[in-house]
């Protein structure tokens, strides 16, 4: 049973445009979500996550939006640029348990 | 945010046999956790691991396999055991930071079992 769904698998953006992933949670026990980025060969590095007690957190071009009734979060990266080219991993934490629960993936590319 | 070593990066091992990875941390933490990343695949949580007590294991995941150390506040092993070509995975440790439930991950260990 996938816990967390993530879409889409791949998205392309240009430059400066907005880049958004969406995830869908099933676990209503899920009190914690956050996004990480990750790049070949190293590890998911943190980037922003929210509380379900707030609908939306910024954190510079980061945005997470989270909708508490529909079980949906989503991550908006403003002006996108070549550098954020990488996979970006929903997450969820919480019902009993320490450790995170993984969307699968998406691979963000942006285009110059 | 906490700084995390893993050693070794990568290895590349013969199936039948087993081998220890190193989780070393800069700072002193309470929970560690073990991940498991397949090839181009999400993450998978294997267990948890609290200094002073057996660590939890989540489904899929059995303690002859995978047996962990949590000595003390700064360090832990996974030992991959009587490994197969299906083990070839990144293993990642992470830990949970100051700041309540964010978790900050290590660099991964690179298994490839031939």
Redesign the interface.
């Known amino acids: 049973q996938q816990q967390v769904k993530q879409s889409p698998q791949s998205l392309i953006v240009q430059k400066g445009g907005i880049s958004i992933i969406n995830c869908a949670y099933e676990n209503t026990a899920f009190d ?1 979500f ?1 996004w ?1 980025q990750q790049f070949p060969g ?5 980037l922003i ?1 929210i509380r379900p007690d707030v609908s939306e957190k910024k954190e510079g071009r980061f945005t997470i939006s989270f909708n508490k009734s529909a079980k949906q979060f989503s991550l908006h990266i403003m002006d996108s640029q070549p550098g954020d080219s990488a996979t970006y ?1 929903c997450a969820a ?1 919480g019902g009993g ?9 998406t691979h963000l590319i942006i285009q110059p | ?1 906490a700084v ?1 070593s893993q050693k070794p990066s990568r290895d590349i091992c013969q199936r039948g046999t087993s081998l220890t990875i190193q989780c070393q941390v800069d700072s002193q933490v309470t ?1 560690m ?1 073990w ?1 498991r990343q397949q090839p181009g ?5 294997i267990a ?1 691991a609290n200094q002073g007590s057996e660590a939890t294991y ?1 489904s899929g995941f059995v303690i002859d396999k995978f047996p962990i150390s949590r000595p003390n506040l700064t360090f832990s092993t996974l030992t991959v055991s009587n490994m197969s070509p299906e083990d070839s995975s990144i293993y ?1 440790c992470s830990v ?1 930071g100051g700041r309540t ?8 260990t690179r298994l490839t079992v031939t």
């Open positions: 914690y956050p990480y190293k590890g998911p590095a943190l996550a991993f934490r348990a320490d450790g995170l629960t993984f969307g699968k993936g | 945010s995390i929970m956790f991940y695949q999400s993450l998978t949580l948890t989540e990642l949970e439930y964010e978790q900050y991950f290590g660099p991964g």
